[in-house]
Protein backbone atom coordinates (compact mmCIF):
# COMPACT_ATOMS: atom_id res chain seq x y z
CA UNK A 1 0.00 0.00 0.00
CA UNK A 2 1.35 3.33 -0.98
CA UNK A 3 1.97 5.59 1.98
CA UNK A 4 0.75 9.44 2.19
CA UNK A 5 4.07 10.85 1.46
CA UNK A 6 4.25 8.25 -1.60
CA UNK A 7 1.37 9.26 -2.64
CA UNK A 8 1.69 13.03 -2.80
CA UNK A 9 5.31 12.39 -4.35
CA UNK A 10 3.21 10.46 -7.63
CA UNK A 11 1.14 13.03 -7.99
CA UNK A 12 4.14 15.84 -8.20
CA UNK A 13 6.15 13.65 -10.53
CA UNK A 14 3.15 12.64 -12.57
CA UNK A 15 1.86 16.47 -12.89
CA UNK A 16 5.73 17.60 -13.75
CA UNK A 17 5.86 20.13 -10.46
CA UNK A 18 8.62 22.42 -9.92
CA UNK A 19 11.10 21.05 -6.97
CA UNK A 20 12.18 18.12 -5.55
CA UNK A 21 9.05 15.28 -5.55
CA UNK A 22 10.02 13.53 -2.38
CA UNK A 23 10.00 16.91 -0.32
CA UNK A 24 6.45 17.90 -1.18
CA UNK A 25 5.41 14.01 -0.50
CA UNK A 26 6.99 14.54 2.99
CA UNK A 27 5.67 18.01 3.21
CA UNK A 28 2.30 17.02 2.38
CA UNK A 29 2.53 13.74 4.71
CA UNK A 30 3.36 16.08 7.84
CA UNK A 31 0.27 18.20 7.08
CA UNK A 32 -2.08 15.12 6.95
CA UNK A 33 -0.50 13.89 10.29
CA UNK A 34 -1.22 17.24 11.81
CA UNK A 35 -4.67 17.12 10.34
CA UNK A 36 -4.90 13.68 12.20
CA UNK A 37 -3.82 15.14 15.11
CA UNK A 38 -6.13 17.68 15.60
CA UNK A 39 -9.12 15.23 14.90
CA UNK A 40 -8.23 12.72 16.88
CA UNK A 41 -8.41 15.40 19.47
CA UNK A 42 -11.93 16.23 18.49
CA UNK A 43 -12.73 13.19 18.78
CA UNK A 44 -11.66 12.75 22.42
CA UNK A 45 -12.65 16.61 23.28
CA UNK A 46 -16.22 14.86 25.06
CA UNK A 47 -14.01 11.82 26.34
CA UNK A 48 -13.19 11.74 30.47
CA UNK A 49 -10.10 13.69 31.97
CA UNK A 50 -8.99 10.87 32.58
CA UNK A 51 -9.05 9.66 28.79
CA UNK A 52 -7.30 12.59 27.61
CA UNK A 53 -4.62 12.54 29.88
CA UNK A 54 -3.49 8.83 28.94
CA UNK A 55 -3.82 10.18 25.46
CA UNK A 56 -1.35 13.46 26.25
CA UNK A 57 0.89 10.74 28.01
CA UNK A 58 0.85 8.25 25.16
CA UNK A 59 1.54 11.45 22.51
CA UNK A 60 4.65 12.39 24.21
CA UNK A 61 6.28 8.65 25.00
CA UNK A 62 5.82 8.05 20.89
CA UNK A 63 7.66 10.93 20.27
CA UNK A 64 10.24 10.13 22.78
CA UNK A 65 10.64 6.75 21.26
CA UNK A 66 10.36 7.97 18.16
CA UNK A 67 13.20 10.29 18.88
CA UNK A 68 15.78 7.54 20.51
CA UNK A 69 14.73 5.64 17.43
CA UNK A 70 16.19 8.53 14.79
CA UNK A 71 19.39 8.92 17.40
CA UNK A 72 20.11 4.76 17.69
CA UNK A 73 20.29 4.84 13.71
CA UNK A 74 22.13 7.77 13.63
CA UNK A 75 24.55 7.43 16.22
CA UNK A 76 25.05 3.37 15.21
CA UNK A 77 26.47 2.21 18.41
CA UNK A 78 23.68 -0.64 18.98
CA UNK A 79 23.38 -1.86 21.98
CA UNK A 80 21.03 -4.45 23.99
CA UNK A 81 19.95 -1.51 26.57
CA UNK A 82 19.83 0.92 24.11
CA UNK A 83 17.12 -1.09 21.89
CA UNK A 84 14.83 -2.16 24.68
CA UNK A 85 14.27 0.61 25.89
CA UNK A 86 13.50 2.39 22.25
CA UNK A 87 10.96 -1.05 22.11
CA UNK A 88 9.20 -0.31 25.71
CA UNK A 89 8.87 3.56 24.76
CA UNK A 90 8.01 3.25 21.27
CA UNK A 91 5.99 0.28 21.17
CA UNK A 92 5.32 -1.38 24.54
CA UNK A 93 3.70 1.99 25.73
CA UNK A 94 2.47 3.50 22.45
CA UNK A 95 0.63 0.24 20.50
CA UNK A 96 -0.52 -1.56 23.61
CA UNK A 97 -0.38 -0.52 27.22
CA UNK A 98 -1.35 3.00 26.71
CA UNK A 99 -4.61 2.28 23.94
CA UNK A 100 -5.72 -0.48 26.68
CA UNK A 101 -5.58 2.28 29.36
CA UNK A 102 -7.02 4.67 27.02
CA UNK A 103 -10.13 2.22 26.68
CA UNK A 104 -10.05 1.72 30.66
CA UNK A 105 -10.21 5.29 30.69
CA UNK A 106 -13.39 5.32 28.35
CA UNK A 107 -15.36 2.78 29.91
CA UNK A 108 -14.48 4.46 33.52
CA UNK A 109 -12.27 1.45 34.90
CA UNK A 110 -8.85 3.10 34.71
CA UNK A 111 -8.12 3.29 38.40
CA UNK A 112 -8.81 -0.35 38.93
CA UNK A 113 -7.40 -2.02 35.41
CA UNK A 114 -3.94 0.18 34.62
CA UNK A 115 -1.76 -1.76 36.83
CA UNK A 116 -2.89 -4.67 35.18
CA UNK A 117 -3.14 -3.77 31.31
CA UNK A 118 0.10 -2.53 32.22
CA UNK A 119 1.89 -5.80 33.31
CA UNK A 120 0.11 -7.40 30.47
CA UNK A 121 0.58 -4.39 27.91
CA UNK A 122 4.25 -3.73 28.35
CA UNK A 123 6.00 -6.98 27.64
CA UNK A 124 3.29 -7.79 24.96
CA UNK A 125 4.09 -4.28 23.21
CA UNK A 126 7.83 -4.49 23.35
CA UNK A 127 7.66 -8.26 21.82
CA UNK A 128 5.18 -6.62 19.20
CA UNK A 129 8.67 -4.46 18.26
CA UNK A 130 10.41 -7.21 18.41
CA UNK A 131 8.24 -8.88 15.97
CA UNK A 132 8.27 -5.68 13.72
CA UNK A 133 11.96 -5.80 13.69
CA UNK A 134 12.42 -9.18 12.38
CA UNK A 135 9.67 -8.82 9.67
CA UNK A 136 11.50 -5.44 8.58
CA UNK A 137 14.73 -7.61 8.63
CA UNK A 138 13.55 -10.67 7.06
CA UNK A 139 10.19 -10.12 6.14
CA UNK A 140 8.14 -10.40 2.54
CA UNK A 141 6.74 -6.62 1.17
CA UNK A 142 3.22 -8.38 1.17
CA UNK A 143 2.99 -8.91 4.75
CA UNK A 144 4.51 -5.96 6.17
CA UNK A 145 3.87 -3.53 3.59
CA UNK A 146 7.08 -2.28 3.64
CA UNK A 147 10.03 -3.23 1.68
CA UNK A 148 12.34 -5.59 2.44
CA UNK A 149 15.58 -4.23 3.95
CA UNK A 150 13.93 -1.19 4.89
CA UNK A 151 14.92 -1.29 8.44
CA UNK A 152 18.58 -2.22 7.82
CA UNK A 153 18.97 0.13 4.70
CA UNK A 154 17.70 3.00 7.87
CA UNK A 155 20.32 1.04 9.94
CA UNK A 156 17.25 0.93 13.10
CA UNK A 157 18.97 0.20 16.32
CA UNK A 158 16.92 -3.25 17.45
CA UNK A 159 17.97 -5.96 19.70
CA UNK A 160 18.29 -7.84 16.64
CA UNK A 161 21.69 -5.33 15.69
CA UNK A 162 22.27 -5.27 19.11
CA UNK A 163 23.41 -8.92 19.35
CA UNK A 164 24.64 -9.90 16.07
CA UNK A 165 26.79 -7.13 16.52
CA UNK A 166 28.48 -8.40 19.56
CA UNK A 167 28.76 -11.34 17.90
CA UNK A 168 29.61 -10.89 14.55
CA UNK A 169 33.62 -11.06 13.53
CA UNK A 170 35.39 -10.68 10.35
CA UNK A 171 33.70 -10.05 7.14
CA UNK A 172 29.91 -10.67 8.85
CA UNK A 173 31.66 -7.63 11.28
CA UNK A 174 32.12 -5.54 8.49
CA UNK A 175 28.86 -5.83 6.86
CA UNK A 176 27.33 -5.30 9.98
CA UNK A 177 29.39 -1.86 9.81
CA UNK A 178 27.65 -0.97 6.71
CA UNK A 179 23.57 -1.08 8.31
CA UNK A 180 22.15 2.20 7.43
CA UNK A 181 23.73 2.61 4.21
CA UNK A 182 20.89 3.21 2.07
CA UNK A 183 22.91 2.28 -0.84
CA UNK A 184 22.86 -2.03 0.49
CA UNK A 185 22.07 -3.69 -2.44
CA UNK A 186 19.72 -6.67 -2.30
CA UNK A 187 22.78 -9.15 -2.34
CA UNK A 188 23.46 -7.41 1.14
CA UNK A 189 20.37 -7.09 2.67
CA UNK A 190 20.76 -11.66 2.17
CA UNK A 191 24.15 -11.43 3.68
CA UNK A 192 22.96 -9.56 6.27
CA UNK A 193 19.94 -11.72 7.33
CA UNK A 194 22.25 -14.40 6.98
CA UNK A 195 24.71 -13.09 9.67
CA UNK A 196 21.65 -12.65 11.94
CA UNK A 197 20.64 -16.05 11.45
CA UNK A 198 24.18 -17.36 12.27
CA UNK A 199 25.39 -15.55 14.71
CA UNK A 200 22.23 -16.96 16.35
CA UNK A 201 21.10 -13.06 16.89
CA UNK A 202 17.10 -13.88 15.00
CA UNK A 203 16.77 -17.30 17.31
CA UNK A 204 17.98 -15.06 20.52
CA UNK A 205 15.20 -12.61 19.30
CA UNK A 206 12.63 -14.88 19.45
CA UNK A 207 13.13 -16.34 22.42
CA UNK A 208 12.57 -13.09 23.68
CA UNK A 209 9.18 -12.35 22.60
CA UNK A 210 8.85 -15.57 23.54
CA UNK A 211 9.68 -14.45 27.13
CA UNK A 212 7.44 -11.80 26.75
CA UNK A 213 4.74 -13.79 25.33
CA UNK A 214 5.27 -15.43 28.36
CA UNK A 215 4.87 -12.69 31.20
CA UNK A 216 2.26 -10.49 29.48
CA UNK A 217 -0.23 -13.98 29.61
CA UNK A 218 0.42 -14.96 33.10
CA UNK A 219 -0.36 -11.39 33.66
CA UNK A 220 -3.81 -12.14 32.89
CA UNK A 221 -4.28 -15.34 34.74
CA UNK A 222 -5.36 -13.12 38.03
CA UNK A 223 -6.68 -9.87 36.17
CA UNK A 224 -9.88 -8.56 37.81
CA UNK A 225 -11.99 -8.38 34.32
CA UNK A 226 -14.43 -10.29 32.83
CA UNK A 227 -13.74 -14.26 31.75
CA UNK A 228 -14.49 -12.85 28.12
CA UNK A 229 -12.15 -10.38 28.04
CA UNK A 230 -9.46 -12.32 29.18
CA UNK A 231 -9.94 -15.20 26.40
CA UNK A 232 -9.53 -11.74 23.93
CA UNK A 233 -6.54 -10.33 25.58
CA UNK A 234 -4.88 -13.85 24.95
CA UNK A 235 -5.95 -14.33 21.58
CA UNK A 236 -4.79 -10.30 20.94
CA UNK A 237 -1.33 -11.27 22.35
CA UNK A 238 -0.88 -14.45 20.04
CA UNK A 239 -1.59 -12.26 16.96
CA UNK A 240 0.51 -9.50 17.83
CA UNK A 241 3.88 -11.74 18.84
CA UNK A 242 3.18 -14.45 16.12
CA UNK A 243 4.43 -14.78 12.88
CA UNK A 244 1.65 -14.87 11.57
CA UNK A 245 0.14 -10.97 11.59
CA UNK B 1 18.32 32.47 15.36
CA UNK B 2 18.76 28.76 14.76
CA UNK B 3 15.71 26.61 13.61
CA UNK B 4 15.42 23.48 15.56
CA UNK B 5 15.91 21.47 12.36
CA UNK B 6 19.69 23.31 11.62
CA UNK B 7 19.93 23.25 15.49
CA UNK B 8 19.92 19.19 15.44
CA UNK B 9 21.30 19.04 11.70
CA UNK B 10 24.11 20.79 13.48
CA UNK B 11 24.46 18.51 16.33
CA UNK B 12 24.51 15.47 13.77
CA UNK B 13 26.96 17.14 11.86
CA UNK B 14 29.41 18.04 14.41
CA UNK B 15 29.28 14.92 15.85
CA UNK B 16 29.87 12.36 12.88
CA UNK B 17 26.92 10.61 13.29
CA UNK B 18 25.50 8.40 9.94
CA UNK B 19 22.73 9.36 7.57
CA UNK B 20 22.53 12.61 6.11
CA UNK B 21 22.38 15.48 8.76
CA UNK B 22 19.53 17.26 7.01
CA UNK B 23 16.94 14.20 7.30
CA UNK B 24 18.03 14.03 11.27
CA UNK B 25 17.41 17.09 11.39
CA UNK B 26 14.02 17.17 9.69
CA UNK B 27 12.68 14.27 11.62
CA UNK B 28 13.66 15.97 15.24
CA UNK B 29 11.78 19.16 14.22
CA UNK B 30 8.78 16.96 13.28
CA UNK B 31 9.09 15.50 16.97
CA UNK B 32 9.92 18.44 18.64
CA UNK B 33 6.74 20.05 16.46
CA UNK B 34 4.30 17.29 17.77
CA UNK B 35 5.38 17.52 21.12
CA UNK B 36 4.75 21.52 21.03
CA UNK B 37 1.11 20.05 19.77
CA UNK B 38 0.64 17.87 22.80
CA UNK B 39 1.55 20.72 25.03
CA UNK B 40 -0.58 23.14 23.38
CA UNK B 41 -3.57 20.76 23.43
CA UNK B 42 -2.51 20.13 27.80
CA UNK B 43 -2.49 24.00 28.33
CA UNK B 44 -5.83 23.99 27.03
CA UNK B 45 -7.02 21.09 28.57
CA UNK B 46 -9.43 22.93 30.99
CA UNK B 47 -10.47 25.95 28.62
CA UNK B 48 -14.05 26.23 28.09
CA UNK B 49 -15.30 23.78 24.97
CA UNK B 50 -15.84 27.03 22.97
CA UNK B 51 -11.56 28.15 23.38
CA UNK B 52 -10.99 23.99 22.49
CA UNK B 53 -13.21 24.67 19.41
CA UNK B 54 -11.76 27.55 18.03
CA UNK B 55 -8.54 25.73 19.11
CA UNK B 56 -9.23 22.76 16.89
CA UNK B 57 -10.59 25.19 13.70
CA UNK B 58 -7.24 26.99 13.76
CA UNK B 59 -5.48 24.18 13.34
CA UNK B 60 -7.19 22.93 10.35
CA UNK B 61 -7.58 26.01 8.63
CA UNK B 62 -3.89 26.45 8.95
CA UNK B 63 -2.61 23.54 7.54
CA UNK B 64 -5.33 23.42 4.74
CA UNK B 65 -3.06 27.05 4.06
CA UNK B 66 0.22 25.80 4.83
CA UNK B 67 -0.96 23.23 2.06
CA UNK B 68 -1.86 25.54 -0.66
CA UNK B 69 1.40 27.21 -0.22
CA UNK B 70 3.46 24.03 -0.73
CA UNK B 71 1.32 23.49 -3.41
CA UNK B 72 1.07 26.88 -5.22
CA UNK B 73 5.03 26.90 -4.92
CA UNK B 74 5.38 23.04 -6.77
CA UNK B 75 2.53 24.30 -9.45
CA UNK B 76 4.65 27.97 -10.05
CA UNK B 77 1.54 29.42 -11.75
CA UNK B 78 0.80 32.13 -9.59
CA UNK B 79 -2.50 34.27 -9.11
CA UNK B 80 -3.51 37.03 -7.52
CA UNK B 81 -6.50 34.75 -6.09
CA UNK B 82 -4.52 31.81 -5.14
CA UNK B 83 -2.00 34.12 -3.60
CA UNK B 84 -4.80 35.78 -1.67
CA UNK B 85 -6.51 32.75 -0.40
CA UNK B 86 -3.62 31.32 0.77
CA UNK B 87 -2.85 34.35 2.87
CA UNK B 88 -6.45 34.34 4.50
CA UNK B 89 -6.34 30.72 5.36
CA UNK B 90 -2.82 30.65 6.35
CA UNK B 91 -2.51 33.58 8.25
CA UNK B 92 -5.11 36.10 8.52
CA UNK B 93 -7.28 33.68 10.26
CA UNK B 94 -4.03 31.98 12.12
CA UNK B 95 -2.19 35.02 12.84
CA UNK B 96 -4.92 37.44 13.81
CA UNK B 97 -8.29 36.52 13.76
CA UNK B 98 -8.32 32.96 15.43
CA UNK B 99 -5.92 33.96 18.40
CA UNK B 100 -8.18 36.77 18.77
CA UNK B 101 -11.15 33.98 18.92
CA UNK B 102 -9.26 31.95 21.49
CA UNK B 103 -8.67 34.97 23.80
CA UNK B 104 -12.35 36.07 23.78
CA UNK B 105 -13.83 32.27 24.24
CA UNK B 106 -10.90 32.13 27.20
CA UNK B 107 -12.75 35.42 28.87
CA UNK B 108 -16.31 34.19 27.85
CA UNK B 109 -16.82 36.88 25.30
CA UNK B 110 -16.61 34.66 22.06
CA UNK B 111 -20.20 35.39 21.07
CA UNK B 112 -20.30 38.81 21.75
CA UNK B 113 -16.93 39.86 19.89
CA UNK B 114 -16.30 36.90 17.39
CA UNK B 115 -17.77 38.61 14.31
CA UNK B 116 -15.82 42.56 15.00
CA UNK B 117 -12.31 40.39 15.46
CA UNK B 118 -13.16 39.07 12.52
CA UNK B 119 -14.18 42.02 10.85
CA UNK B 120 -10.83 43.60 12.06
CA UNK B 121 -8.22 39.94 12.25
CA UNK B 122 -9.02 39.13 9.08
CA UNK B 123 -7.71 42.05 6.84
CA UNK B 124 -4.80 42.16 9.86
CA UNK B 125 -3.68 38.89 8.99
CA UNK B 126 -3.85 39.39 5.41
CA UNK B 127 -1.73 42.47 6.04
CA UNK B 128 0.50 41.10 7.77
CA UNK B 129 1.28 38.10 5.58
CA UNK B 130 1.84 40.56 2.41
CA UNK B 131 4.08 42.20 4.41
CA UNK B 132 5.90 38.92 5.56
CA UNK B 133 6.05 38.05 1.56
CA UNK B 134 7.80 41.73 1.04
CA UNK B 135 9.93 41.04 3.69
CA UNK B 136 10.65 37.37 2.51
CA UNK B 137 11.59 39.03 -0.96
CA UNK B 138 13.65 42.14 0.30
CA UNK B 139 14.09 41.33 4.41
CA UNK B 140 17.30 42.11 6.40
CA UNK B 141 18.00 38.40 7.92
CA UNK B 142 18.73 40.59 10.92
CA UNK B 143 15.27 41.52 11.14
CA UNK B 144 13.05 38.62 9.67
CA UNK B 145 15.35 35.52 10.96
CA UNK B 146 15.36 34.29 7.60
CA UNK B 147 17.97 34.40 4.60
CA UNK B 148 17.52 36.97 2.08
CA UNK B 149 15.87 35.47 -0.42
CA UNK B 150 14.83 32.50 0.83
CA UNK B 151 11.07 32.65 -0.10
CA UNK B 152 12.44 33.46 -3.58
CA UNK B 153 13.98 30.18 -3.43
CA UNK B 154 11.13 28.21 -2.31
CA UNK B 155 9.19 29.70 -5.52
CA UNK B 156 5.83 30.99 -3.04
CA UNK B 157 3.17 31.56 -4.53
CA UNK B 158 2.56 35.32 -3.33
CA UNK B 159 0.74 37.95 -4.51
CA UNK B 160 4.11 39.99 -5.32
CA UNK B 161 5.39 37.24 -7.51
CA UNK B 162 1.87 36.94 -8.99
CA UNK B 163 1.53 40.96 -9.84
CA UNK B 164 5.37 40.78 -11.06
CA UNK B 165 4.72 37.63 -13.04
CA UNK B 166 1.57 39.64 -15.28
CA UNK B 167 3.58 42.56 -15.80
CA UNK B 168 7.23 41.39 -16.74
CA UNK B 169 8.48 40.56 -20.20
CA UNK B 170 12.21 39.44 -21.81
CA UNK B 171 14.46 39.02 -19.54
CA UNK B 172 12.98 40.13 -16.43
CA UNK B 173 9.88 37.00 -17.49
CA UNK B 174 12.37 34.82 -18.05
CA UNK B 175 14.23 35.59 -14.58
CA UNK B 176 10.37 35.39 -12.65
CA UNK B 177 10.12 31.73 -14.21
CA UNK B 178 13.60 31.17 -12.28
CA UNK B 179 11.45 31.12 -9.00
CA UNK B 180 11.54 28.38 -6.75
CA UNK B 181 15.05 27.15 -8.18
CA UNK B 182 17.04 26.50 -4.99
CA UNK B 183 20.67 27.28 -7.07
CA UNK B 184 19.06 31.27 -7.46
CA UNK B 185 22.25 33.20 -6.81
CA UNK B 186 22.80 36.26 -4.65
CA UNK B 187 22.95 38.23 -7.65
CA UNK B 188 19.83 36.64 -9.30
CA UNK B 189 18.23 37.65 -6.02
CA UNK B 190 19.27 41.26 -6.66
CA UNK B 191 17.86 40.80 -9.87
CA UNK B 192 14.46 39.87 -9.09
CA UNK B 193 14.39 42.15 -6.75
CA UNK B 194 14.86 44.75 -9.04
CA UNK B 195 12.29 43.53 -11.29
CA UNK B 196 9.23 43.59 -8.50
CA UNK B 197 10.19 46.94 -7.82
CA UNK B 198 10.34 47.96 -11.67
CA UNK B 199 6.98 46.35 -12.17
CA UNK B 200 5.34 48.12 -9.90
CA UNK B 201 4.63 44.98 -7.99
CA UNK B 202 5.85 46.20 -4.93
CA UNK B 203 4.35 49.49 -4.53
CA UNK B 204 1.02 47.88 -5.13
CA UNK B 205 1.49 45.24 -2.83
CA UNK B 206 2.24 47.88 -0.35
CA UNK B 207 -0.94 49.38 -1.53
CA UNK B 208 -2.92 46.49 -0.70
CA UNK B 209 -1.56 46.53 2.96
CA UNK B 210 -2.51 49.82 3.24
CA UNK B 211 -5.94 49.09 2.04
CA UNK B 212 -6.40 46.34 4.76
CA UNK B 213 -4.76 48.36 7.59
CA UNK B 214 -7.23 50.83 6.57
CA UNK B 215 -10.23 48.43 6.39
CA UNK B 216 -8.46 46.51 10.28
CA UNK B 217 -8.55 50.12 12.17
CA UNK B 218 -12.25 50.91 10.85
CA UNK B 219 -14.00 47.57 12.04
CA UNK B 220 -12.39 49.11 15.67
CA UNK B 221 -14.85 51.91 15.67
CA UNK B 222 -17.89 50.75 16.59
CA UNK B 223 -16.57 47.44 18.32
CA UNK B 224 -18.42 46.94 21.62
CA UNK B 225 -14.63 46.94 23.71
CA UNK B 226 -13.34 49.08 26.01
CA UNK B 227 -11.27 52.33 25.15
CA UNK B 228 -7.98 50.74 25.93
CA UNK B 229 -8.57 47.55 24.23
CA UNK B 230 -9.37 49.46 21.05
CA UNK B 231 -6.14 51.17 21.42
CA UNK B 232 -4.20 48.39 22.25
CA UNK B 233 -5.65 46.50 18.99
CA UNK B 234 -4.83 49.60 16.73
CA UNK B 235 -1.18 49.64 18.16
CA UNK B 236 -1.07 45.96 17.19
CA UNK B 237 -2.24 46.35 13.50
CA UNK B 238 0.42 49.48 13.05
CA UNK B 239 3.00 46.71 14.11
CA UNK B 240 2.18 43.95 12.23
CA UNK B 241 1.34 45.46 8.85
CA UNK B 242 4.31 47.24 9.54
CA UNK B 243 7.58 48.10 8.00
CA UNK B 244 9.86 48.11 11.36
CA UNK B 245 8.60 44.67 13.24
Chains 1, 2 share one sequence.
Request: glycine content about 12%.
Amino acid sequence: METIHQAFERRHTQAGWRGEGRRFGEGAAILVGDLAFVYADRLLADAPPSARAVFAELRVELNVGQYLDLLGAAKGEPSRAAARRICRLKSGKYTVERPLHLGAALAGRFDGLASTLSAYGLPLGEAFQLRDDLLGAFGDRAVTGKPVGEDLRDGKATLLYAIAAERAHGAAGQLLQRLGDPELSDADIADLQTVFVDTGASDEVEGVIEGLMTEALAALDDAPIEEHARDALADLARYVAGRDR
